[in-house]
């Protein structure tokens, strides 16, 4: 009786060793499963950010063309931007805000080169078709609808001023987007440190200077003051500061 016993245990155990090398089996089989569908839906999305970032790219280096006295504005706009809202949030940093970055003046498409290149002041009408260019931006970026508001946020927001009398909406202080904020810094000293049509380009120093001189009225002060603590790191010959 007893052998009988010992008999139907050893079975019992044989029987469990199998479940559970069967089961050890199929939990082994799903992982490997899930980390295929894993790395397909990585590969996935990495291939869809490449084909979003070439489409801004395309747009955005359009515009860069268009303007040739700005030679790589978007280049440097970006590197400086980057680097910004890094010392200013770092969780601000990311491919939508890039995306803003490179798609700010996308709407200057429709800004004649007689605007854009003007040697002189624009006359009021002038200043009227260049401002245009924020809410044509706006509509040209609308269809691409993997811009998030990080993207939107620069494009719509990017003249505006710390004071409220930018444009288009006037929005002051803390209603305009730090986004916009950061940019609207790097995109004014870009601009200052670039041969432009009407004057040729400030020493970085000056351009410093001219910023901190804006602080307050048409750039945020906190702002401005990161930046003049990170511009001499920048790796860009043009704003090696002495
Ligand atoms: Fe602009």
Sequence with gaps: MSEDIAADYVMDLDRTRE??????????????????QKATLDR???????????????????????????????????TYGLALAEAVDADMVSPELEYGFLLHDVGKVVVPEAILDKRGPLTRDEEGVMR???????????????????????????????????????????????????FSVVDAFDAMTTDRPYRNALPPDLALE?????????FDPDVVEVFTGLAHLLPVPEIQIA
């Excluded at 090398?21 to 939990?27: C, K, N, S």
């Excluded at 001219?210 to 048409?218: E, F, N, V, Y």
Aim: with cysteine; proline share 3%.
């Design 19 to 36: 479940q559970l090398l069967v089961f050890a089996r199929e939990v082994g089989e799903a992982y490997r499963r899930e980390r295929r």
């Design 44 to 78: 996935l999305v990495e291939e869809r950010r490449a084909v979003d970032y070439s489409m801004v790219q395309t747009l955005a280096f359009m515009v860069d063309a268009k303007d040739a006295y700005t030679g790589s504005h978007l280049e440097r706009c970006r």
């Design 132 to 182: 245009t260019h924020v809410s044509v931006g706006l509509k040209i970026v609308s269809p691409l609808k993997f811009l998030t508001h990080e993207a939107l946020d620069v494009i719509r927001c990017h003249h505006e001023w710390f004071n409220g009398e930018g444009y288009p909406e006037g929005l002051r202080h803390a209603s305009i987007p730090v986004s916009a904020r950061v």
């Design 210 to 218: 001219r910023l901190a001189a804006g602080a307050g009225k048409q």
